[in-house]
């Protein structure tokens, strides 16, 4: 390798001409790049719950339905709000990417006139336009609950259903459809003053986009603006915060020409990589950086300086690149397809932002000027460099009072650990305050819940679906709605309820009196036209499959598993080989996907640690060495978890890629102390050879890390402002983590390795093996970093 880097110094020029001629490529190959407006990439097609999605999509068509709220001071006392609602659904109906548009206008039952069953109306056309039958609503009300999701009980507030495409087939962006909405309805009931508010899974998943692009944005500029500052701070000038600027937006630029290329989208997670990468950018400049111009204080010629500082700084930033890239390689075991992106751009992205490093930098180092004799005497005396050599003394000092203090706050971490909750709750990933759960709380309150859950109930078709097994399946839907945390359901045999009623009206005795009655009431909506209209939704009646939707007090809460549970126990207790039953809708898909991708980033977090554990033992050429790296990074990981226990913070799809995001960053704390360790120890006296090696270790590189680990913590705590939960937590925590490594390597290690004479026996030996193996590759023309 130190041919290579010679070769990459003597031959600059041409390495930066031809770095900003790739540039150039990558430039054409960004212009590629197309948004995800479909969350296509978010979904886990290989889930067994998405095919049983798709099989419900099949039988009954889409559930992603937005609820609509038409809030108005007359409400539909007043023709006119009656009519403008019939044009507002009218215009929605011709929008490709609806399917269906429900009002109260389009509710109708059953009755017998003129010597047949004819159908009734809920609106019926009077002289100033459409007049509800208030008689047969609040027959509605008590035999069809989803009556109350298209008219609240004071009759000011007026429901709209607007059922769009599966997500797969959706056409246009579904931001882009909402602005159509809201214009429909104002231009429809104009010049009346209509409040209008829209909830459902699309609208969530809506603002999960928006959010999340704002904070990626937000994010990568605010990232910017603090390395600026920082940058600005330690090495008091303007140039040099402006290369790691240049070069950072230089190798985002790469990263985006490489999405384009391999026809990765931008969305909700991908888009977090810009950010990322202009801090693994500027970590790698900084370090490179600090130690040119601290080897100009030994000589005045700039080459012989870069030389130096190359040769110091390559090796053990390579090891850090490949370790990161290893942890965020880990995350594409996720089988959801964004985040296996996710981790393939930033593990491709840590490598090539190595890479233009060390193609950039040396040819723009030695055109900077050199620090003026006041610039050095500032950077030497400010704040950064008196905390740099304080802290040195005290560790050296006074080592015992370090572990201890490291070990306490291990032991509260781990504590808190034991606290951390599960939540794949939909709603939990928004602010109480963010105006899409306003939104959702009013109409809950004015309306009903727009989201349910499906009990999908596939009857074996070798059996007949005679009046037993109906029964049996009425019976089910009847135990559900006891569930606790049930509030109201919704199956084929409410709406049946009401064609019974409008026959034989409310003294016609009970549906389920008889059997043969039962039975005869399913025929007759089997056979009837008008009637299969209105059961779309809950019966697909060529497949014989029924669809109960349930609605909970909390959509797909925390105890979610334990309500599938119970579904299960019922449907064997109830029906008795009469079908199979598999809970399913977008809820329940956004739940099971949760879990999914849970538990595979805790694989994820396994597999990082092994590889990065096997990475450092071969790049220290001592498995000792490699163990001993890991200690200090179990303080990120305590703090992460015991973080999350503590402060409430759940467990879940965001939160638990922080893990895997901060092991793989703080890991490159812990390589270039270490490195400067062992070649502490090849110059230590034979007196105290820890003591000077830790010394050195700590003058030579902790000053970087701590600019460094600056730029990481205040970065990510920008993420704070986010409204979007997930985004904030993973912030906070990254944060915490980042802290939390570099306390850990400049702190409790050298501490620790002070207070054991064992750790010292260890290294040691680790330090010896590590010289004879690098004896060895060198005198056999062999390197490994």
Known sequence: MTRLLNALIDHRKICFWCALGATVVWVFLALRLEMDRRFDALIDLEAPQYRRYATYLERFGSDRVI????????????????????????????????????????????????GGITPRPLAAEGPTGPVLDYELLQRMRSTWPAIHQLISLDGRTLGVLIRLQPIDRQQVATTVLLEQFRTIVGEAFAPLAVELHMSGVPVFLEAVSRYNAAHAWRFMLLSMVVGLLVQLYIFKGVLVPLVILTISGTAVLWVVGLMGLLGITLNPVSSMAFGMLLILTAMAVIHLVTHYYDRLRDTADGETALRAAVHTVARPSLMCAVTTAAGFAAITLCTISAVRQFGLIMALGAILAFVLVYLLLPFLLLRLPALTPRAIARRESDLLARIHEGLGRLVLARPGLFVAGGLLLLVLLFMGMPRITVDTRFLSLFHDEAPEMVSHRLIKERLADPDAIHVMV??????????????????????LLQLPGVTAGHSFFRVLETFHQGLFGIDGGSLYDSPYLFQEMYRRALSHPDSRRLFEGSVDFDSRCFCISLWTEEENGTDFDQLLQRIDALADQQLQGVGQVWVTGSLALAHAQSQRLIAAQSRSLALALVLIALLLIVQFRSWRLGLLSLIPNLFPLAALFGAMGWLSIPLDNMTIMVAVVSFGLSVDDTVHYLTHLKTGLGQGTQAAPIRAALAHAYRVSAKALIATSAIIVLSLLTLGLSPFKPAAAFGLLAALAAAAALASDILFMPALILWSRRLQNTLLAGFRTSSVLKRNESGSGRSLF
């Open 67 to 114: 609820i609509a709220a038409l809030t108005s001071d007359n409400g539909a006392d007043h023709p006119p709000v009656l009519a403008g609602l019939a044009r507002t659904a009218e215009r929605l109906a011709q929008i490709p990417d609806v399917v269906a548009v429900t009002t109260l206008l389009d509710m109708a039952t059953v009755q017998n006139a003129g």
């Open 458 to 479: 596939e009857t074996d078709p070798d059996r007949p679906l005679n009046a037993q097994a109906l029964l049996a399946i009425q019976g089910l839907e009847q135990a």
